[in-house]
């Protein structure tokens, strides 16, 4: 079923033309291929979905969790705690990486948990890389500590790639991170996005649902000289009703169905 799937996702993209059916808007891979997917051939954050979204030659980026162990590594995961995805039990923020190191994820290929440092970021060329940085520990109920986070960002030299981004959701962790990387805020409330992004003029955009963003709200963005990112999109209705907004950005669950829409 699943090789079934991959085979009509492929020829369903080759099969579309060349030429681009909105100029505006770049494709991202949603968790790299796309956010718990029924009919996903590899897990979300994992290197194989990477290497796959990688594959499609026109992607113009993904979007990865980025979480940290108890020793200061970053980790690709999205979930509050490992119990709901993998073989481990409590949070990626409670373990530390040789811990870590020995998890799978429980899905069809039990793909191993990916750390951040080991992937090739100069084999992505120049497409977009965007960085969710998930910054709470549900097990503790608190914060992770955000100059730790920062020194492990720093020690990975990220800063060095101008089409990497960081996407935050707490203000708090601007002031670490706004002078030395590229940052777009996430918020469901485009009010509160908008007077965050007035009052930090060096966060490059805002991310934000769908359906939380109008056209005429992209149009405003566009004229304060900020990029709009839009995610949960996965129906062919949901991306081509993003697609009419002409966001800088599509963050989709479903890349071979976006791809043949956009492309």
Aim: some cysteine.
């Amino acid at each position: 079923m699943r090789c079934s799937f991959f085979i009509f996702s492929v020829l369903l993209l080759f099969s579309c033309g060349k030429e681009s059916k909105n100029a505006h808007s770049k494709a991202i891979g949603h968790a790299a291929m796309g956010l718990e997917m029924s009919n996903a051939i590899f897990h979300d954050n994992s290197k194989e979905a990477i290497d796959l979204a990688l594959n499609y030659y026109q992607m113009d980026g993904i979007e990865i969790d980025v979480q940290m162990s108890s020793d200061g590594d970053l980790w690709l995961y999205h979930d509050d705690n490992l119990s709901s995805s993998t073989d481990g039990a409590t949070c990626v923020n409670n373990l530390n990486s040789t811990t870590l190191n020995t998890l799978h994820y429980s899905s069809f290929h039990h793909e191993s948990l990916q750390q951040l440092d080991s992937l090739l970021i100069e084999s992505f060329g120049s497409r977009e890389i965007f960085l969710d940085l998930r910054h709470y520990n549900r097990c503790k109920e608190q914060k992770v500590s955000f100059p730790m986070f920062f020194d492990a960002l720093q020690s990975l030299h990220l800063e060095d790639h101008v089409n990497l981004h960081c996407v935050v959701s707490d203000p708090s962790l601007l002031e670490y991170l706004e002078n030395d990387f590229s940052i777009y805020f996430a918020s469901d409330n485009f009010a509160e996005g908008v007077h965050l992004l007035q009052n930090h003029p060096k966060v490059v955009g805002l991310v934000i649902r769908n359906k939380m963003l109008s056209e005429q709200q992209v149009k405003s963005l566009q004229l304060l000289g900020k990029k709009s990112v839009v995610f949960d999109v996965r129906s062919p209705a949901s991306i081509k009703n993003a697609l009419s907004k002409n966001p800088d950005f599509i963050m989709s669950d479903d890349i071979p169905v976006a791809l043949s829409i956009m492309r």
